[in-house]
């Protein structure tokens, strides 16, 4: 029999972005594909092109017999921001699976287990088919729109003063794309004209569904393993918690 933590590891996986509205209702996904990452579109006029320098994901699932936590500290991407238009802002932001530690326990050799388990979950193991490893190993969250807002133009918030926002756009996990909002916090660093870098941060963990992205137990070549998840029943939940951090320069 697969032991507990083997399963309860996955919930913190289904992951890779940036923080949703806790009470979304449940959104539509899109038909399961596995693009490559989206061509770094040029910045339009007006806008500087800030590259992702640093950050991390760490997740989280709240389950009943213990709190599932990890995190992926490799990142990349870019966002395009217009300092007199910040509502214009684009990007997207991808998150290393392959690169996500689990940190539940004390014990490194427990941790080291659960992150190899999870990773069979996300079709990510070591006997994986190369090509649909490579597919499934970014996550990735796509800016469409900047819904809200606290200050449209970077000259009237001041350095140093963290702008709240909330946008719109897709977050794509293990082959499955879907639509969610994201509120962070915006720090901007250096002359308001001129920006030198820009530090995010989630005000509100993301809500991935691992149902709805296919995350489930699989073995180490990523053959889904039936019957697995009525074993566990209701221990574990559906939902991942997901927080951002990350410095673009």
């Known amino acids: ?3 507990l933590s083997r399963y309860l590891v996955a919930g913190w996986l289904a992951a890779l972005i940036l923080a949703a509205c806790s009470k979304d209702k449940p959104e539509p996904t899109e038909t399961r594909v ?3 990452a989206s061509p770094a579109a040029s910045a339009a006029s007006g806008q500087r092109r800030f590259a992702v320098a640093s950050g991390s994901a760490t997740f989280l ?3 009943p017999l213990e709190k599932i936590k990890g995190r992926s500290t490799r990142v ?4 395009n921001i217009d300092p007199r238009n910040l509502k214009a802002t684009t990007g997207q932001i991808e998150f290393d699976l392959d690169d996500l530690k689990t940190e539940t326990f004390e014990d490194d050799a427990k941790n080291k287990a659960q992150t190899g388990h999870s990773k069979n979950w996300l079709e990510i193991g070591p006997d994986v088919d190369a090509k649909i490893r490579e597919e499934n190993r970014w996550a990735r969250f796509t800016i469409k729109s900047i819904d809200e807002i606290g200050a449209t133009e970077l000259a009237k918030s001041g350095e ?5 926002l909330r946008a719109t756009g897709d977050i794509w996990i293990h ?3 879907s639509p969610k909002k994201i ?3 915006a720090n901007f660093a250096g ?3 001129a920006p030198t870098s820009v530090h995010v941060v989630t005000t509100e963990p993301l809500k991935v569904s691992l149902k709805q992205h296919d995350v489930k137990p699989r073995d180490l070549a990523g053959k889904f393993l039936a019957g697995a998840l009525e074993k566990i029943g209701q221990k574990i939940d559906d939902t991942v918690q997901i927080s951002l951090d990350l410095t673009a320069k």
């Open 1 to 3: 029999m697969l032991s």
């Open 76 to 79: 990349r991407g870019h966002l």
């Open 61 to 63: 699932i709240d389950a």
């Open 160 to 164: 140093g003063t963290p702008i709240p």
């Open 191 to 193: 002359p308001p004209e």
């Open 183 to 185: 509120a962070v916090t």
């Open 175 to 177: 082959g499955v794309a």
């Open 34 to 36: 596995a693009p490559a």
